[in-house]
């Protein structure tokens, strides 16, 4: 089965991303690396630790169940991540199966119809997963939703 390396989020809802309320799902990997990126965290293509210190109450969970937390080799395993009751730590890139996305594509297909709204793909550089963008872009075309492409268009031929 088909696996996209990594998605950053999905933001249902989303009234910026095209035109009507759409489905943006945002993909990790980007080879410009923008200075006004607005998304910096989806530019590596691998999984990265997120750190938000303003949310970090200095509890210690984190470091109880990784010692290596605070240090460079941090593996990026998402223990720490797992235990922050306070959102300070999280993992930015999950992997997902062209059919799991879809299953969260179908679940607001009513609001594409009555809004004229869709599915964007964004990120990061979406046609860096040239392979997944064009699985989920068929299927969603085939199912009658309205798709549409975020890209600055740097990738290989």
């Known amino acids: 089965m088909l696996k ?18 759409r489905t943006t799902f945002f993909v990790k990997g980007c080879p410009l690396h923008c200075v006004w990126c607005h998304n910096p965290e989806s530019q590596k293509k691998e999984p990265q630790l997120m750190f938000n210190k303003a949310k970090c109450t200095g509890c210690g969970e984190c470091a109880m169940v990784c010692g ?11 223990k720490c991540a797992a235990v922050c009751k306070y959102g300070a ?4 890139g999950k992997e997902y199966s062209v059919d799991e996305v879809f299953n969260i594509v179908v679940r ?5 119809d009555t809004s004229g709204g869709g599915v964007t793909l964004s990120g990061g550089e979406p046609l860096l997963q040239i392979d ?21 268009a740097n990738v290989p031929w």
Do not use: Q, W
Request: aromatic share 6%; glycine share 6%.
């Open 132 to 152: 997944f963008a064009a699985e989920l872009l068929k299927k969603c075309r085939e199912n009658g939703i309205s798709t549409a492409v975020e890209t600055a």
């Open 4 to 21: 996209v390396p990594l998605l950053l989020d999905t933001k249902r809802m989303a009234i910026h991303d095209g035109p009507g309320m």
């Open 108 to 112: 607001d297909k009513a609001f594409y």
């Open 89 to 92: 730590r999280k993992i930015a």
């Open 68 to 78: 290596n937390t605070f240090t460079a080799s941090c593996t990026a395993c998402g």
